[in-house]
């Protein structure tokens, strides 16, 4: 699937997409799906729902089955009104009914509530979203997503749009016929091209291809199930109150209590000559059909002086770019950089790759059936990765860059904090956290001992070590307040200091500078789905000089210059499209990555520095 950036010019074209004329027609009589119906006219049936209906209202149920055992359940309240851009939608925990969000538009404004707290966040509807009665166009290996539906994003409201469901190569296969909420429903399973099980299976109603019903069973369709979302009471074409789409009274305003200023960071040094400046090494993503993504180089020389700038260079690589992609990580000396990605044709099994910059050549190191990026230890003699099996399993691996010593040190990981996420490397031990529980351990990579790290209530958000493993980073979350703490504190939890707080949104990345006197972070002020709002703060070590220095959509990465006088930006979502942007953090001027031979066409992401 194509990495889509913001999609408005697609979305003004989308509209005049439309299924053959021999299922449909511009003026859509009611379908009649059943048993006889083939893949292709449930897929274009799904694709063309919104056409049957104006105004929707429907209510039910979502439970996942979470891989300990044990089950989340929620409640869910829909009205949608896409003529008029307007919604409702509330969502309730049924296993933790604490948990009450209320979603709304009222057409002109969006507003995001936690009804415990009452804060809120609120922002413009934005225009490409004003699409009305959406059918995307259909186009191999990429999708299109309600706009509508993006800025809701809850799992009971996406079923009243399949046509999110329908853009992906598979074939639909009709299982027999039921009743949903009293409307007649054709059972479809739903299999992804190559994959020998079933992904989905749903409920879809007769008349309209809305989603009564819809059980998941994982990307791939191995596994149990993961999840069910059924609607229990619907009625299409309802007429609506303006007042049901009115924000209630008492709401508190979530965002930055204090705004920072954006003063400069650091003192300007002397220009970097080309040894200390390094490299930028990312990928060229295509706009066009039937050409490929492409690793590429600049010199980081290009940052700081445009006329020295030699031209980009592309590396070969003994493979084609067909998944996920992630940035290369580099070794402390730049020798060597590993990256984790598959050669085979179905994705399956992933390579941990050695990338010698100098030799321009690429090593496998070890394979695993899914191997996550790696870590390079701070000084350089392991690299370390986590390693998934497909059906549930998951381990932790560390090996030496010439490929030997290759040992899991996950073996004393509790069994019942699993699945854990690889978050840093402080010295000689792995920092790992519970996606459970949140709880934060250390590995130890001599003989994979396990200890605790330090209490904390710390979001399920990264914790970064400092350079020289003295101090940690990280984001301390209130549910009670939704307030952000960004603390440093030491590795056994003392002496911590919060160096910026924010109520609501959400933080992430957190960077360090090379040589530990900065942090730069990213915050989210608010994120409805179709116009986040991001700030790039950086701050001192010790919490002073808390400075703005760039605002966009939305952030990949962070990254500091060699000498820690720039910052480099991903941001994925500009005006122009997914680039790179540096800001010099002595004078705070903004500029676009700059190079012989590198076009604005194409988008540019997952950077990595090579020092």
């Keep these: 699937m194509k990495r ?11 509209c005049s997409a439309s299924a053959p004329a021999s299922f449909f027609n511009l003026t859509p009589a009611p379908y009649d799906l ?9 897929q274009f049936a799904m694709l063309a729902s919104a056409e049957h209906w104006t105004t929707l209202q429907m209510s039910g149920t979502i439970t996942w089955y979470l891989s300990d055992g044990s089950t989340q359940a929620f409640s869910e309240k829909v009205w949608l009104a896409p003529l008029d851009n307007r919604y409702r939608v509330e969502l309730t925990g049924v296993t933790n009914n604490a948990d009450k969000t209320l979603k709304l538009s009222d057409g002109s404004t969006i507003s995001n509530i936690n009804l415990n707290s009452m804060l809120a966040e609120q922002a413009p509807y934005p225009d490409f979203a004003r699409v009305g009665q959406y059918v995307p166009p259909l186009q191999a290996g990429t999708a299109y997503p309600n706009p509508m539906w993006g800025q809701i994003g809850t799992p009971l409201s996406e079923m009243a749009f399949p046509s999110d469901f329908a853009q992906s190569e598979g074939t639909f296969t009709p299982l027999g016929m039921d009743v949903v909420a009293g409307r007649g429903a054709l059972i479809v399973e739903w299999t992804h091209l190559g994959n020998p099980s079933p992904s989905w299976k749903m409920w879809l109603d007769t008349q309209t291809a809305v989603i009564l019903k819809m059980q998941e069973f994982g990307k791939d369709g191995s596994g149990p199930l993961q999840g069910e979302r059924v609607v229990e009471n619907i009625l299409f074409d309802p007429s609506f109150e303006t007042s049901l789409f009115v924000p209630p009274t008492g709401l508190v305003q979530s965002g930055n209590p204090a705004p920072a200023e954006s003063n400069p960071v650091v003192t300007e040094s002397s220009p970097m000559v080309a040894e200390e400046a390094g490299e ?27 006329e020295k700038c030699p031209p980009l260079e592309k590396i070969t690589v003994p493979f084609a770019f067909n998944f996920t992609i992630n940035a290369l990580d580099w070794s402390p000396d730049g020798k060597f950089a590993a990256f984790s990605y598959s050669d085979a044709a179905d994705g399956t099994p992933t390579k941990l790759w050695l990338f010698d910059a100098e030799a ?50 996950s073996a004393s990981l509790p069994a019942d904090g699993r699945p854990y996420i690889m978050d840093d490397w402080f010295a000689d031990n792995l920092i790992m956290r519970s996606g459970l529980s949140g709880d934060l351990v250390l590995v130890r990579v001599a003989d994979g001992m396990v200890s605790p790290m330090f209490s904390a209530s710390v979001t399920k958000a990264q914790v970064v070590a400092s350079p020289d493993a003295s101090l940690l980073a990280y984001d301390e979350y209130d549910p009670a307040s939704e307030a952000h703490q960004l603390k440093v504190m030491q590795p056994d939890g003392s002496n911590a200091v919060t160096v910026a707080q924010f109520l609501g949104g959400s933080i992430y990345p957190i960077v360090w500078s090379p040589d530990g006197s900065l942090i730069a972070f990213n915050y989210y002020s608010g994120f409805t789905g179709g116009e986040p709002n991001a700030e790039v703060y950086v701050v001192t070590r010790g919490g002073e000089n808390l400075s703005l220095v760039y605002t966009g959509s939305t952030i990949g990465r962070l990254l500091f210059s060699p000498n820690g006088n720039y910052l480099l930006v991903e941001e994925t979502t500009s005006i122009s499209g997914g680039h790179l942007f540096l800001v010099n953090l002595a004078t705070l001027e903004q500029k676009i990555l700059q190079a012989p031979g590198l076009s604005a066409e194409y988008d540019w992401y997952a950077p990595s520095w090579r020092p």
Aim: hydrophobic share 40%; with cysteine; glycine share 10%.
């Design 360 to 409: 321009q050549t690429w090593k496998s190191l070890a394979q695993a059936p899914y191997i996550d990026p790696p870590f390079w230890s701070p000084g350089g003699e392991w690299i370390a990765v986590r390693t998934q099996d497909g059906v549930g399993g998951e381990d932790v691996f560390v090996v030496r860059a010439d490929g030997s010593e290759l040992k899991s040190i």
């Design 4 to 14: 889509l950036m913001l999609l408005t010019l697609i979305f003004l074209t989308a």
């Design 280 to 306: 930028l090494y990312f990928f060229l993503q295509p706009r066009k059909q039937g050409e490929s993504i492409q690793l590429v180089k600049v010199s980081g020389v290009c940052v700081f002086d445009s």
């Design 34 to 42: 059943s048993l006889g119906s083939t893949s292709e006219q449930i």
